[in-house]
């Protein structure tokens, strides 16, 4: 009983000096006034808010809502048959197969995207095979495009997206995919009628785990998408790191943070509607 | 106010951890150090170097600052931070009598407006920002000026510097304005050119700009005049043009934050950096021009007239050193840079 209270106390204090403390701080700097002498100072104001709907921040927001948006419907679409592939294999090859998939994790992301940019450069290995197989003539323009930042956050977030679904298909009763066929359901009803649904809470689990992260990972584009504002994290590192705008970078973050708060009381809703309506419920993720 | 007294304390505990004797803090550019350089500075001195590097003046500012001066005790800031830093006390005087080697230094590249007297800095390595062709794949012929970068035929084609004031260089040249103006009129004037050569742009970089050149990802963009020659070195066809506009000039210097630890050894790294084989190296090998007059005669005749480090005094007149341009302007010109590379 003492160990549990010192593991709790021990967890909440982490949580309070490196989650919470920080998190007011960024609050707290979003309603000061902007001073690129000290940073930050009073009065406090409402001004940062204010600015988020300059028509250059919002139409920044929208481009990085749906580049991030894209990027979670490609991982779905790559992950979820993949998911369900790796969920019906034997328990050894599967197993092999996630840690394959894990292995790239070991490598710092950062000097993967550099890798990134070396395969779709000019010069690149997709350029020159495609160069040298004669399908093009001059070289693609693959590098510093949306394409190039939606290749990178698609490959950098897909595990992501495979895990929580493999955890749901591993965990699906076959009994049920039985009971339809014998009820004379087509393959096609089975996937719409028994899958899908039962498989909701990890397709939304894992698009959340994507969809958030993408939003910041400003390096990618800074990278790959030649360093154009195309992401929130730009604009977020940009206010803090070039323009020393604290209180606007803070209202950034905050903004960030709030959307990831809706996104979450989402799926909460989400999840109590499957249960509704006899779906899987939390634990079984 | 009291939000930055929180975080500098919390800086300043993390810091005394780190506090110990003989070691020197240096804080410079990515790619701005020869090689060998802080080994043979150990070896002479004794004195261990802490090597950290940033890629615009604007991050190495923002550090600087939170942390109160404190914690580097070299930064390498340009000419019109240099200004702006003295007029803020971030910097201290540096001791010329400890300097062995300032004689050495070229007068005509001291004592100019941003620091009367070279009090607080050092002049370490001066360049220019012009434009980078490569000639396999465009005439350098065809391109004479900064006008030509907006040619419809480079949609999506060219590199800028990921740098405000080198960005914003160009348009004022080509409106015929100082690119020190603080006039919000015509910084307006210049954000409007500069939307239309968006459509153009397809990299913005800053850490390394020949890198695209080198890997073929672009032909044609703005260049500084260090990376032009290294690039040559790998790849003789990227050439470098002087703008008849006019190229922008400028200063990287040494200088002391107010707050360093160890301002006896920073004294011993600059006259180190000084030495006039040391300043020759940084020429070989960053391919920079040297302020160092000692270390110019010591080059070989091919650096020493290579347009490119050294351009001619033509030139050098044609163009306009960048210098501080205040809060204000600053502040207007930020504005318009986050539309430009958001596209607006």
Partial sequence: MRF????????????????????????????????????????????????????????????????????????????????????????LPRALLLFLMMVPFWTNSLIRTYAIKLILGAKGLINSTLLSLGLIDTPLQLLYTPFAVIFGLVYILLPFMVLPLVTTFSKLDNRLLEAARDLGATPWQRFVQVILPLSMPGVIAGSLIVFLPAMGMFYVSDLLGGAKNLLLGNIIKNQFLVVRDWPFGAALSITLIVLMGLLLWFYVQANRRINRQGGLDDNAL | MTLRAIVSSVLCVLSVAAHADGKVVVYNWAEYI?????????????????????????????????????????????????????????????????????????????????????????????????????????????????????????????????????????????????????????????????????????????????????????????????????????????????????????????????????????HKFLDFMLRPEVAKQAVEEIGYATPNLTARDLLDEETRNNPIIFPSADVVKAGEFQEDIGEEANALMNDYWEKLKSGQ
């Avoid at chain 2, 480079?154 to 690119?179: C, P, Q």
Wanted: charged share 20%; hydrophobic share 40%; proline share 6%.
């Fill in chain 1, 4 to 91: 549990r209270q010192l593991v709790i106390t021990v967890t909440l204090a982490w949580l309070a000096l490196f989650v919470l403390a920080p998190h007011i701080l960024v609050l707290l700097t979003s309603l000061l006034s902007p001073d690129t002498q000290q940073l930050a100072s009073y009065p406090f104001t409402m001004q940062s808010y204010t600015r988020l709907w300059e028509p250059v921040y919002a139409s920044a927001f929208w481009q990085s809502f749906w580049l991030s948006l894209l990027t979670t419907v490609i991982c779905l679409l790559i992950g979820y048959p993949f998911a369900w592939t790796l969920a019906r294999l034997p328990k």
């Fill in chain 2, 34 to 266: 020869p090689e060998g350089v802080l080994e043979q500075f150990t070896e002479k001195t004794g004195i261990k170097v802490e090597y950290s590097t940033y890629d615009n003046n604007e991050t190495m500012y923002a550090k600087l600052k939170l942390q109160n001066g404190k914690g580097y005790d070299i930064v390498v800031p340009s000419t019109y931070l240099v200004s702006r830093m003295r007029k803020e006390g971030l910097i201290q005087p540096i001791d010329h009598a400890r300097l062995t080697n300032y004689k050495h230094l070229d007068p005509d590249l001291l004592d100019k407006p941003y620091d009367p007297g070279n009090q607080y800095s050092i002049p370490y390595l001066w360049g220019s920002t012009a434009i980078g062709v490569n000639s396999d794949d465009i005439d350098p012929a065809s391109i004479t000026g900064w006008a030509d970068l907006w040619d419809e035929q480079w949609r999506g084609k060219l590199l800028l510097i990921d740098d405000m004031r080198e960005v914003f260089h160009m348009a004022y040249k080509i409106n015929g304005v100082s690119t020190n103006t603080t006039d919000p009129a015509q910084i307006e004037q210049a954000y409007e050119k500069l939307k239309t050569l968006m459509p153009n742009v397809l990299v913005f970089n800053a850490d390394a700009p020949r890198e695209p050149f080198l890997a073929g990802d672009v032909s044609l963009g703005m260049l500084w005049s260090g990376e032009a020659s290294m690039a040559q070195e790998e790849n003789a066809a990227i050439e470098y043009v002087y703008p008849s506009e006019g190229a922008g000039f400028w200063i990287d210097n040494f200088v002391i934050p107010a707050g360093a630890e160890n301002v006896e050894n920073a």
